[in-house]
């Protein structure tokens, strides 16, 4: 009796410590189970990963070197100013011109090559930049002196085109605005004269009946002038017909110079015009202005046309680099870094096929 009390059911489950206790050999037990399973297919994750990695490496190493050519120019963009020039330099027309004076200089591979990423321009605080890569080593003294030549004879015409329809914009809306205040001063004009011969037709009153001791203050006598005697009325109306006519002649002449510039302007749009589908360069416009200088007498437009060649040579001036031949340097192919990118990137992969061809293997052995 007391021998059976003593006895303990088979089925009585463990205690919770001791199951506790059990969990970190399992996680042990397992984790040696992983490295066994990636040390009986190491040679299948090296087949995988390393050799891969290394032919990459290989294929990199082997490869073409490229090279690059910075030019730095000491022209100040804003953001807008630096889209519309690197618009015009990927346009359509300013590559055909810079592919065909290329494949001129026997360059015509390079020229079929040549995308965005072949000429680079950037902006900073302080100064523009014009990256060209490209190769072999020897050749890249003469490809960015093209592409050189390119982005400072010929891309400023269309810098050049911009600003002239800016400005013809600019003298029509001024024009428009001397047009529309026209009406209404001739009005106000023929309003002030017909005051002014009424006022001339009244009859001055007697200075005797007006009291005396009476100060006027006016903050503009004109548009109180109707307080006034008789005489200083006419005065005013008088001097503001003067005013009138003034302005009327004033706008006048003003209206008939913004005519002229509109004429001087739409004749140096036209010369850009015809000109820009050419290989036409700065230089050569500069010469048109000053032998066009000639043709006029007025010397509003002369003053105005010295002025306008005076900023195109600004122009060239700035549109020189800092150094004038750079080195040619070596671009780095980084060919370590990309094949331990591959390297990295397949191990993950030959580990991952290591287990499921194991997990395959068991399947097939239970099966059998």
């Known amino acids: 009796m007391a021998s059976s009390q003593k006895k303990i059911p088979n089925s009585q489950p463990a205690p919770r410590n001791v199951q506790k206790e059990a969990n970190p050999y399992e996680d042990e037990i397992n984790l040696i189970d992983y490295l066994r399973i990636l040390w009986k297919w190491k040679y299948f994750i090296v087949l995988v990963s390393v050799l891969p990695a290394l032919v990459v490496g290989l294929v990199i190493f082997s490869g073409s070197r490229s090279y690059k050519v910075t030019y730095a120019y000491d022209i100040k963009l804003d953001e807008k100013g630096y889209k519309t020039l690197l618009d015009a330099f990927h346009s359509a027309e300013n590559l055909y011109k810079l592919t065909s004076k290329l494949k001129e200089n026997g360059f015509d591979k390079y020229s079929k090559k040549m995308t965005k990423e072949n000429i680079e321009l950037e902006i900073s605080d302080t100064l523009l930049t014009m990256t060209i890569i490209g ?113 009327i002649t004033t706008n006048q002449k003003m209206y008939d110079y913004y005519n002229s510039l509109l004429s001087l302007n739409e004749r140096l749009l036209d010369q850009v015009r015809n000109k820009t589908s050419s290989f036409y360069t700065i230089q050569e416009f500069h010469a048109f202005l000053s032998n066009m200088v000639s043709d006029y007498e007025d010397k509003g437009l002369v003053d105005y046309l010295n002025a306008y060649i005076k900023k195109i040579e600004n122009t060239i001036s700035t549109n020189i680099p800092v150094v004038e031949r750079p080195k040619v340097h070596l671009i780095p192919k980084g060919t370590t870094k990309k094949s331990v990118i591959v390297f990295a990137a397949l191990l993950i992969i030959a580990m991952f096929g290591a287990f499921l061809l194991e997990a395959v293997q068991k399947s097939q052995a239970q099966a059998s």
Do not use: H, W
Not at 145 to 152: A, G, L, P, Q, T
Not at 217 to 237: A, C, H, M, R, W
């Open 135 to 247: 190769s072999p080593e020897e050749d890249m003294q003469r490809i960015s002196s093209i592409v050189r030549d390119n982005f400072e004879k010929i891309l400023p015409i269309y810098s050049v085109k911009q600003g002239l329809n800016s400005t013809i914009a600019e003298l029509k809306a001024r024009m428009a605005d001397i047009d529309e205040s026209r009406f209404g001063l001739e009005l106000e004009l023929e309003r002030k004269k017909a005051i002014s011969a009424k006022l001339k037709n009244l009859k001055p009153t007697d200075p005797n009946k007006i009291p005396s001791g009476i100060v006027l203050q006016f903050d503009n006598v004109s548009q109180n002038s109707e307080y006034l005697p008789l005489v200083y009325q006419i005065q005013v109306t008088d001097a503001n017909i003067i005013d009138l006519e003034e302005r």
